[in-house]
């Protein structure tokens, strides 16, 4: 069974440009959430997906955003990127909704100039 | 309330010798306490999970204790082996409609051989 796939895995932009990252879940599991993982803040939670609609939205700007698509497949999109950007973004996916095993992917790792 | 305490920061072990990561948390609503492991590059990889109405979990050389009345929950790692050196996350999630995820700070496990 493949795992949770995250595209591209490496990404260089600039300050000011816009970033779409996306994930395909495991086969099956419908609920897709995001992290961002820095040196500094640890992993931190971006927002949750389930059958195409916003669960739940961590405590990120509105630059941040993504969506679900109707196979589960899931995209973020940062605009205005920031130094701060900089970080590795990782996908988890899980069957339900509810607290249970997530497994997360290899992450795509941005770096913002 | 939303935090998750992990200590230690990093942790040296001997090839053989029993590996222990604690975390604390306070929030009373967390109701599912996975732990991840971490090799770089990579993202986090599910070890073993538990729930507060059980007190221990093993699974292979992985256990898990929990104490509920502290709010704290603890991994060890027997048998520690050199390929267990990586960085372990404790992480906690609410009851709900939901797979948030708090992670703690990370513990940096080094065994020695």
């Known amino acids: 069974k493949a795992g949770v796939t995250q595209t591209p895995r490496y990404l260089i932009k600039t300050r000011g440009q816009q970033v779409t990252l996306s994930c395909s879940p495991i086969s099956g599991h419908r609920s897709v959430s995001w992290y961002q993982q820095t040196p500094g803040q640890g992993l931190q939670f971006l927002f949750e997906y389930f059958s195409e609609t916003q669960r739940n939205k961590g405590n990120f700007p509105g630059r941040f955003s993504g969506r679900q698509f109707s196979n589960s497949r899931s995209e973020m999109n940062v605009s205005t990127l920031e130094l701060g950007d900089s970080a590795l973004y990782l996908c988890?996916?899980?069957?339900?909704?509810?607290?249970?095993?997530?497994?997360f992917g290899p992450g795509t790792r941005l770096t913002v100039l | 309330q939303q935090q998750v305490k992990q200590s230690p920061q990093s942790l040296i072990v001997q090839k053989g010798g029993i590996s222990i990561i604690n975390c604390a948390y306070e929030?009373?609503?967390?109701?599912?306490f996975p732990w991840y492991q971490q090799f770089p590059g990579k993202g986090p990889a599910l070890l073993i999970a538990?729930?507060?109405?059980?007190s221990e979990k093993k699974e292979g050389r992985f256990t898990i204790s929990f104490n509920k009345s502290a709010k704290q929950f603890s991994l060890h790692i027997m048998d520690s082996q050199p390929g267990d050196s990586a960085t372990y996350f404790c992480?906690?999630?609410?009851?709900?409609?939901?797979?948030?995820?708090?992670f703690g700070t990370g513990t940096l496990l080094a065994v020695q051989p």
């Open positions: 929030n009373t609503a967390f109701d599912y």
């Open positions: 988890a996916s899980s069957r339900r909704l509810s607290p249970n095993e997530q497994f």
């Open positions: 538990i729930r507060p109405d059980v």
């Open positions: 992480a906690a999630s609410k009851d709900g409609a939901t797979n948030k995820l708090i």
